[in-house]
């Protein structure tokens, strides 16, 4: 392959980078609508009430004694429940940490008004008969019990001194779902016109960590479509829309707040951002049709909402439960979905037979070389014929180094005469492209990875080797800067590759040859910034690359003179 035709491949690399990189971020965008025809019909929505100048924040232990509260208390989680407001604003995952550490802060999901990022969920009433008091933030709820459980639900009760009752009755499962019936009874002898609500309700911005490759922020299902939409976005515009059903709320990276409303009741939602510059609030809501309710009667509406990890096996029992559609979009797995997701399910499967996500992915390995070894095995063989034809090459651009075109016509003949594809050697690398980016966002997104050990020093496989060779893995009691974190996978993955590129045949050009030469450690310097789990993945299939192709090699060695013998023999006959 000529100097033209080795730039013309890695052009062709680096485009195709490029656009899985790209894609994502360019193309994969949910649709966002805004509908000004609906701008007015948005007045109903609750807005809390804002503080001018706000007072310095609590800490949490602070806030939540200073109002009265009922104790949420499940397998997965506790909290309570402001009875100021009757706002659900302080959760706690208990089988998830901030670190790998187990003895680590518990993860906290919401945080009570007056910290100083208060984030919440709230139910409740609106109406357009502005003479009606209805229950707001400052309304102070009464009980029938102290602990929410799932065997102990909770029935909050209020009254406006107009005769007129509101209820929630909250109940929740063994995991995150919680379920909200409010119901409001009407005894003041007047029509009433209601409207439902849910909200959640997020203060400042918080900090993302998908850059391109992941969302977070405010997120739903609706009118069968994904709506994602960033925080800066919302700065600019409220997104709303029109929908029956679906399903809105706040993701992070890990996390997941969102509400569900009756999935057969038509809905008013909205994304607005109410805060302004330096006191910014997020929120994400749902207000019901019109209800008329008569004198005497009674209503209820039934909402749930969702509060935890995003791990996809709950996410799709909750899909089925509550007939809600499409919850496990929750999980970004991008558009690359159809290499993303059988991806993660095989290495979900594998991980419970093996009981290591680090096996799982090398397992995961071996089945793709499987799947690909007959291609692999011709490209192989089509490398090691180029190897061999290097001499008769070297001769060719040797006699017509002066005429480009003659050359280039004399090595094409040389190729189609020993029957060579130029580009052979080539599909590896465009094969391993889609798979590294599929197997980097799985690592990357799924929280079935966060934290997963593998063996040694690698304790959370969807952070980078946490080893450095510039204080000699630990050594030397020192903490290199974030650029200088060369880790041991890096490394051995820098090795490898250095080993696979000598099986090629090297590039005629003694400055391309030079340029090669510098990939293995180009690739191992970015590289370990990389999930150690995908570092691990490269790795090994580096291994059984060098396995597969050195075998390859062999046998066509020990085969050609059995070949030539028999060729001889047919001359002589």
């Not at 302080?90 to 790998?100: G, Q, W």
């Not at 997104?239 to 059903?245: A, M, P, R, V």
């Not at 290591?356 to 090398?362: E, K, P, Q, S, W």
């Not at 993945?537 to 070949?563: G, H």
Request: aromatic share 12%.
């Amino acid at each position: 392959m000529d100097q033209d035709e080795k730039r013309n491949l890695w052009i062709a690399v680096i485009l195709s980078t490029l656009i899985f990189l790209g894609w994502n971020y360019f193309f994969d965008r949910p649709e966002k609508r805004v509908s000004s025809a609906t701008q007015s019909s948005r007045a109903i929505t609750p807005t809390p009430s804002v503080t001018l100048t706000p007072p310095a924040p609590l800490t949490r232990e602070d806030a939540l004694k200073e109002t009265q509260r009922i104790q949420i208390d499940t397998p997965e989680l506790k909290g309570s429940i402001n009875l100021k407001g009757a706002r659900i604003d302080h959760l706690i995952l208990k089988n998830y940490h901030m670190s790998v550490d187990p003895q680590s802060p518990n993860v906290e999901l919401l945080e009570p008004e007056g910290t100083e990022h208060p984030y919440y969920l709230e139910f409740g009433w609106s109406s357009e008969k502005k003479s009606v008091t209805l229950p707001d933030a400052s309304t102070v709820w009464r009980a029938d019990h102290t602990i929410l459980t799932p065997s102990t639900p909770v029935t909050l009760r209020a009254e406006n001194g107009q005769g007129i009752v509101f209820e929630k009755i909250i109940t929740v499962d063994e995991k995150y779902l919680f379920t909200v019936t409010q119901r409001v009874t009407n005894r003041s002898g007047e029509t009433l016109p209601l409207h439902c609500y849910g909200l959640v309700e997020r203060h400042g911005t918080p900090e993302t960590q998908g850059f391109f490759i992941l969302h977070e922020g405010p997120i739903g299902f609706l009118n069968d479509k994904l709506v994602e939409v960033s925080y800066k976005d919302l700065k600019k515009s409220p997104t709303l829309q029109d929908t029956i059903g679906g399903w809105i709320g706040m993701t992070d990276k890990y996390w997941l707040t969102a509400l569900i409303p009756d999935q057969k009741k038509a809905l008013k939602t909205a994304f607005r951002e109410t805060g302004g510059e330096g006191q910014e609030r997020y929120q994400a809501n749902f207000v019901t049709d019109l209800h008329i309710l008569k004198p005497g009667e009674a209503f209820e509406n039934t909402s749930c909402f969702f509060t935890g990890p995003k791990v996809l096996e709950t996410l799709d029992g909750y899909e089925e439960k509550l007939g809600v559609k499409h919850f496990d979009l929750a999980v970004d797995f991008g558009w690359f979905y159809f290499l993303t997701k059988p991806i993660f399910y095989i290495l979900t499967w594998t991980h419970k037979w093996l009981g290591n996500f680090g096996l799982a992915i090398m397992l995961l390995t071996v089945i793709l070389k499987l799947a690909f070894f007959p291609l692999a095995n011709k490209s192989y063989r089509s490398m090691g014929r180029m190897k061999k034809l290097q001499p008769e090459m070297e001769k060719i651009r040797a006699r017509y180094g002066d005429d480009k075109l003659r050359m280039n016509q004399e090595v094409m003949e040389l190729y189609k005469r020993e029957k060579v594809n130029p580009m052979a050697g080539c599909l590896p690398m465009f094969i391993q492209i889609p798979v590294f980016f599929a197997l980097y966002k799985v690592l990357f997104i799924s929280i079935e990875m966060r934290h997963a050990p593998f063996y040694g020093w690698i304790h959370d496989l969807s952070a980078p080797d946490p080893t450095t060779i510039f204080n000699l893995f630990g050594l030397i009691p020192w903490t290199p800067p974030l650029f200088l974190m060369l880790g041991a996978w890096p490394l051995i993955m820098g090795v490898t590759m250095f080993v696979q590129q000598r099986l090629n045949p090297p590039p005629a050009d003694p400055m391309q040859a030079k340029v090669f030469m510098l990939m293995p450690l180009l690739f191992t310097y970015m590289l370990a910034s990389f999930p150690s789990g995908l570092v691990i993945y490269w790795t090994w299939n580096n291994i059984l690359t060098i396995a597969q192709q050195w075998t390859m090699m062999r046998l066509d060695t020990r085969t050609e003179p059995a070949k030539m013998t028999l060729s001889k023999t047919r001359k002589k006959k």
